[in-house]
């Protein structure tokens, strides 16, 4: 079974940064989606990022030159998302999925199609 755990959030000012980490447990297909999606309230849930297995990225147009995925090279199940220059409209809840490779570019606006979510993680930018 596999399982997602994340962790880094924190509170920061405008302009700061933060790295955030996932952990996947259990064994994922060979060819896989990973994915970073943020929620604020009362707001719908939002990508921020998909890397598929071969390390193609795609970010969303919100934090692309800002926010940058990458996977650990010692520990192929440990991937990392550096925030920099944050800003207030970045403060959310932060998922890390992981699913089948078509969800990286399904163009789902849910997420719905990445079968394994964290619990979340929590950035506050203040101003």
């Given at each position: 079974?596999?399982?997602?755990?994340?962790?880094?959030?924190?509170?920061?000012?405008?302009?700061?940064?933060?790295t955030l980490s996932c952990v996947v447990s259990g064994t994922l297909e060979r060819t896989h989606c990973m994915s970073w999606w943020r929620q604020a309230p009362g707001r719908a849930r939002e990508v921020v990022v998909h890397m598929d297995n071969y390390g193609r990225i795609r970010y969303s147009s919100s934090v692309k030159g800002r926010f940058t995925i990458s996977q650990d090279n010692a520990n192929n199940t440990l991937y990392h998302l550096q925030m920099n220059n944050l800003q207030v409209e970045d403060t959310s809840m932060y998922y890390c999925a992981a699913g089948t490779y078509s969800a990286c570019y399904s163009g789902s606006k849910t997420g719905d199609d990445l079968a394994y979510w964290g619990q979340g993680t929590q950035v506050t930018v203040s101003s």
């Open positions: 079974q596999v399982k997602v755990v994340e962790s880094g959030g924190g509170t920061v000012q405008t302009g700061g940064s933060l």
